[in-house]
């Protein structure tokens, strides 16, 4: 097996204060798109996050990197991979109309676990009886946040486990093209693809946004997931996955705390339980997939 790169102790620091602040900025992405709900639809918001990616990353990255930012050796799966993860927004922020931010994010952080069953299943590798532990216990831990609490009944109980399974094959699709893909390439064509897609659907939704407060929040969806996914491209530039992956899961507290400030949410004992069991197996199966793989650990940004 092949030595993993040795990073220098302050640089694994500055990766993981990256790492930790990009969740803290997902977290407050995923409490604003809950809060903005109320006032434009979802679609709406999904369309700002995405226009708003597309024009930053635009404006910063093309004077720097020149055409090289636009060049790709799969421009179909460059498609395929942004098409992806503009589903994945979407499914989240409908689904987080009908759940606490915090609860819904604990769901979000058994996609290692999704991934392993997919890879099994579809890709046939070999599972350890370790990780099919881990991946019951994930699932049973989902199960606890998802149905005593009351907060998601029918339909809407479904939505964060489809875009759970959507988000694996996102990090499936990633991982094989970042062996030859360059990461801000990537971060371009997600932003672009995501952009001109929601804008398909953007005249059926659009009404006029109430405010100035509103627009000024739709506009922190887009700065907050656009920002929040550059911090993981630097963290992970300066350490190892296997490093980083336990500090993932800060993005529970983070979202717990945001929930409570804005709406007042506090989980009860049972959605705890479950959330705890989703981190101890989540963890555990990214940073055994981490370590042996040597694969970045993307962050869902929902």
Same mark, same amino acid.
């Given at each position: 097996m092949v030595e993993p790169t040795r990073y220098p102790p302050a640089q694994a620091a500055l990766g993981i204060a990256f790492l930790v602040l990009a969740t803290a900025f997902f977290a407050v992405l995923d409490t604003t798109v809950k809060y903005v709900g109320a006032f434009v639809p979802?679609?709406?918001? &999904?369309?700002?996050? *995405? =226009?708003? +990616?597309?024009?930053?990353?635009?404006?910063?990255?093309?004077?720097?990197?020149?055409?090289?930012?636009?060049?790709?050796? +799969?421009?179909?799966?460059?498609?395929?991979?942004?098409?992806?993860?503009?589903? &994945?927004?979407?499914i989240s922020f409908v689904a987080l109309q009908y759940m606490p931010v915090g609860e819904f994010t604990a769901i979000v952080m058994i996609t290692p676990l999704v991934v392993t069953l997919l890879a099994a299943l579809f890709l046939r590798e070999r599972v350890s009886p370790l990780r099919w532990v881990l991946v019951c216990?994930?699932?049973?831990?989902? @199960?606890?946040?998802?149905?005593?609490?009351?907060?998601?009944?029918? #339909?809407?109980? @479904?939505?964060?486990? &489809?875009? &759970?399974?959507? *988000? =694996? #094959?996102?990090?499936?699709? %990633?991982?094989?093209?970042?062996? %030859?893909?360059?990461?801000? %390439?990537? +971060?371009?064509y997600t932003g672009w693809v995501g952009a001109l897609l929601a804008s398909l659907v953007l005249p059926v939704v659009w009404q006029t946004v109430p405010d100035a407060a509103t627009f000024a929040l739709l506009c922190l969806i887009g700065l907050m997931g656009t920002v929040? +996914?550059? @911090? @993981?491209?630097l963290a992970f530039k300066r350490t190892q996955a296997s490093t980083l992956t336990p500090y993932l899961y800060g993005q529970i507290g983070f979202a717990m705390f945001c929930g409570w400030v804005v709406f007042g949410h506090v989980p009860g004992r049972l959605e705890l339980i479950g959330i705890a069991m989703i981190v101890l197996c989540g963890a555990t199966a990214s940073w055994l997939t981490?370590?042996?793989?040597?694969?970045?650990?993307?962050q869902p940004e929902a």
């Open positions: 979802v679609l709406m918001a &999904v369309w700002f996050r *995405y =226009a708003f +990616h597309a024009v930053l990353v635009t404006a910063v990255m093309l004077p720097l990197r020149g055409r090289s930012l636009l060049q790709t050796a +799969h421009p179909r799966f460059q498609v395929l991979r942004g098409a992806l993860l503009l589903a &994945v927004s979407a216990g994930g699932f049973a831990g989902a @199960l606890l946040v998802v149905q005593p609490g009351g907060d998601v009944i029918g #339909w809407a109980s @479904l939505l964060p486990l &489809v875009m &759970v399974f959507t *988000y =694996a #094959w996102f990090q499936i699709l %990633t991982s094989k093209m970042a062996r %030859t893909e360059d990461p801000m %390439t990537m +971060h371009f929040g +996914h550059f @911090l @993981l491209i981490a370590r042996d793989r040597r694969l970045p650990v993307d």
